[in-house]
């Protein structure tokens, strides 16, 4: 295939995000040529202010330099500015006459400050806060002169007066209306942001309305329309930005405020032109913060990549201020209206204010002033429209405070030290990813997990580290977006692949593949066993399992331990055992020198220290003492928990062990997303633990109690309550129903608690409890796959299947 | 001194699976791609010692069972942003036979 020309006017953050997005997809299928009018590779523009304050160099907010070009085969035009677009020839041509052909062209040309058309605006010192180059005026000018005025309080004049007034310039924020950030705060909030700016040094002239700018050559003062003056020997302009569209126009390009393209980024005029970044309006809205242009870089990336699945549908924006030592956080409707409620906490001494508007019982928007930490989770909440009435109580005391995270409720991220453990799986501190953060340039929760390991395992301090993210990149931190692709080969959810499978049964892994645009031949391990399960699960009868598909522990049918060795833990029903069984396991214990032995929380016996090759000779051994595989290792029915039950125990009311016994014969062998546990209790003093598993039984006097979603692991959770029945079958009918509707329904590696949580107990009730046909659907088709997974593996592979998986090659001359 | 040695037939090996090859002083895992490439590497994942053999092979990389460490089969190199080595050795296929370059005395008996 011919290689196209893609041509990129605009060398800034969106358009360069676009060609590193298109890379990662298809790295081969473009020429690709950059036009860029400022002098310098690719800057993080958003961190400009801290570059003012002194806090960073420009080098170390570089996103891209010279040598990420050559490397990619990309001509890059530095210093060179487009002035005009042959659509006709498809050719851009630069001021300096350089030209350059196309056959796809992305405009990032982005936007400028507004500038007042006031009275000797034209004169010298007086600036806009835009780019590298008015960050060096400003420099330069505290340098030499005493007086700067901003003109603007919004949010980012309020950054270049704070960096000014650390230069040592005596600063004066000019603001039109009578309170600071109109636009992000409500009036308490941004009385409390004036007073502490002004504790700093800042002088503010509210509700004031410039009529000139004074001054010879150079600026001296500004003169306001009150006749009214101050002295100035440098002005701001931070009233706005608009975006550059007059080379769009020029060639024809339909634009209202912006340059108006389609859900997949083409401007509405030209196909072959894409537009993205602040020069951009999409549905009406012209975004100026960074969220959304990484947003659409991905989706116009995908579509230049010819993947075509895509869509943006707008972004919804939070803000922060990157003013060192000011926490500050808005999102969304932050007003209110008839229709809204608010939970407001203010507490001036400290300097804390935090409102949160709802409305039935949703978050509309959120300020808080003070102590943001959890500005990034009330965001989430209010993208993914969360049910907030469970804690209500509690929501204005943060995520930390429900014990979400798994850590001390008083840890609070910004107020940590650098040695604070952020990851305890991993050993990884604040400090640690925080430096990973802002040396390697990170912005997404994927990449600290690569550089950092923190939340790479178990995943528990997610939230801290999203908190970390937030609080050190400010503004430019774009939460993890609502649909997740299953992995990083393919743009598709899991929950289009599910139905992708069932709709066009695609019965394959190549299929699938084929079919959703994968990126890679074989898949990664996450997609793989991920597939591999949905089409088990979809296609029980007839497709194969694919060994390689799984993770070693599947494959071997035992947990590898750190050694290399493996574990094997025979099933033992409802935790039931003879002494002649007791017996028997002691002796093979003997046999195979296992070095450990231990019982297991699910009330099984755990022999540690197996090589591989012993494994099938000792599960042979089991398998006539007439033990089978106990599945402690699999994404699949673990154990069945009981307690002693009526057949004992004085406060019994049913005989749940026996009742334990019957579920794990009806379950035992089936595969799931993840792993599942099942208890049951004889009575409500629920010995067994029934109300952290998966699917727990409580037995009372006048029937069984069903309960479902626990999980007693890294975040506990509390089952939720499915419904009361009267007898053994009821309880194996309605167990056999729920697990093949989370079989069907969760995402792989997605356990009960996460999954009920996420489509709420309802859906379940209505399935399992209401609807009495699906019910028995769903237990129909969990029998039939049933008959097909009751097969034990230890037996097959005792029995010579997949032999070379276990026999090493021995080489000796 | 090295000598090319045979080790196993290709259709011994699972595609996008392992065998593992044990001599008197190394174990070694071999790996057979979608495209019948065939890597061998040393058992142990420069991370924490993982057994190479047991993870999953997608493309010519595997992902170490133990922590997920990614190594290139080719080279032996863990990928970014981890970082180390794998020792490789070279292979060839002759007639559907698999044989490895290894050192005398890795194989020998000890006498």
Known sequence: ?????????????????????????????????????????????????????????????????????????????????????????????????????????????????????????????????????????????????????????????????????????????????????????????????????????????????????????????????????????????????????????????????????????????????????????????????????????????????????????????????????????????????????????????????????????????????????????????????????????????????????????????????????????????????????????????????????????????????????????????????????????TDATHDDIRQGIIKYALNTMPMVREYFNWQTPDGCPSCRNALNYYLLCAFPNEYEDDPQSRFINERAHGNIQKDGTYSVVPRMFGGLCTAQQLRDIADIADKYQVPEIKITGGQRIDMFGIPKEQLPSMWRDLNEAGFVSGHAYGKALRTVKTCVGSTWCRFGTQDSTGLGVKLEELTWGSWMPHKFKIAVSGCPRNCAEATIKDFGVVCVDSGYELHVGGNGGIKVRVTDLLCKVDTEEQVKEYCGAFIQLYREDAHYLERTAPWIERVGLEKIKQSIVNDVPQRHALYQRFLISQQTAQIDPWQQIANGLRANEFTPIAISA | MTKWIEVVELDHIPVLGSRLIKTRTKSIAVFRSTDNQVFAINDACPHKKGPLSQGIMHGTTVTCPLHNWKLNLASGEVLAPDQGCANTYPVKIVEGKIYLQLDPESFKDAE
């Not at chain 1, 500015?81 to 990032?108: C, F, M, P, S």
């Not at chain 1, 707008?314 to 809204?340: H, M, P, R, W, Y």
């Open chain 1, 1 to 489: 295939m011919l290689k196209e020309h893609l041509v990129l006017i605009g060398n800034g953050m969106a358009g360069v995000r676009t060609l590193e997005e298109l890379l990662k997809l298809e790295p081969e299928r473009y020429h690709i040529t950059v036009f860029g009018e400022e002098p310098y590779g690719n800057y993080n523009r958003i961190m400009l202010s801290p570059v003012l304050a002194s806090e960073k160099t420009l080098e170390q907010i570089m996103l891209n330099d010279d040598a990420w070009y050559a490397e990619h085969g990309i001509i890059l035009h530095k210093g060179k500015k487009v002035e005009q677009i042959n659509r006709l020839h498809r050719q851009v041509i630069a001021t300096d006459g350089t030209t350059a052909t196309y056959d796809r062209l992305i405009i990032a040309t982005g936007s400028t400050p507004f500038m007042l058309p006031l009275v000797g605006a034209n004169k010298q010192g007086v600036i806009g806060f835009r780019d590298i180059n008015d960050v060096n005026t400003m420099l330069a000018a505290a340098q030499h002169y005493k007086n700067a005025v901003v003109i603007g309080g919004g949010l980012l004049g309020l950054e270049a007066a704070n960096g000014l007034l650390k230069q040592g310039m005596n600063v004066s924020v000019v603001h039109i209306n009578d309170t600071l950030m109109e636009r992000q705060l409500d009036k308490p909030a941004a009385q409390l942001l004036q007073q502490s700016l002004e504790a700093r040094g800042l002088k503010f002239l509210m509700q004031a309305n410039t009529a000139e700018i004074l001054g010879n050559e150079r600026v001296t003062g500004v003169r306001f329309k009150d006749g009214s003056e101050v002295l100035a020997d440098l002005v701001v302009m931070a009233v706005g930005i608009k975006p550059n569209i007059a080379l769009a126009q020029s060639c024809g390009l339909y634009c209202e405020r912006g340059i108006v393209v389609n859900d997949t980024l083409q401007t509405i005029t030209d196909p072959k032109i894409y537009a993205i970044g602040e020069c951009v309006q999409h549905r009406g809205i012209a975004y100026g913060l960074v969220a959304p242009l990484f947003e659409q870089a991905k989706v116009a990336a995908n579509h230049l990549a010819k993947h075509g699945i895509a869509r943006y549908e707008g972004t919804v924006t939070s803000t922060k201020l990157k003013v060192t030592g000011i926490e500050l956080f808005s999102a969304g409707d932050f007003i209110g209206n008839e229709q809204t409620e608010e939970i407001v906490f203010k507490d001036a001494g400290a300097g804390t204010y935090k409102k949160i508007v709802l409305q039935d019982n949703q978050i509309k928007g959120a300020v808080l002033y003070g102590d943001t930490v959890d500005g990034s989770w009330y965001f989430q909440l209010m993208k993914d429209g969360t049910d907030i009435s469970a804690f209500r109580d509690t929501l204005l005391f943060g995520q930390a405070h429900l014990g979400d995270s798994g850590h001390n409720p008083d840890t609070r991220v910004a107020t940590l030290p650098d040695t604070a453990e952020i990851c305890g799986c991993n050993g990884v501190c604040k400090g640690d990813i925080v430096k990973a953060i802002t040396e390697k340039k990170l912005f997404t929760l994927d990449e600290v997990r690569a550089h950092t390991k923190a939340s790479a395992s178990c995943g528990s301090c997610t939230g801290l580290v999203e908190s970390l993210l937030a609080h050190t990149l400010g503004g430019e931190y774009s939460a993890t977006p609502q649909t997740k692709p299953l992995c990083k080969c």
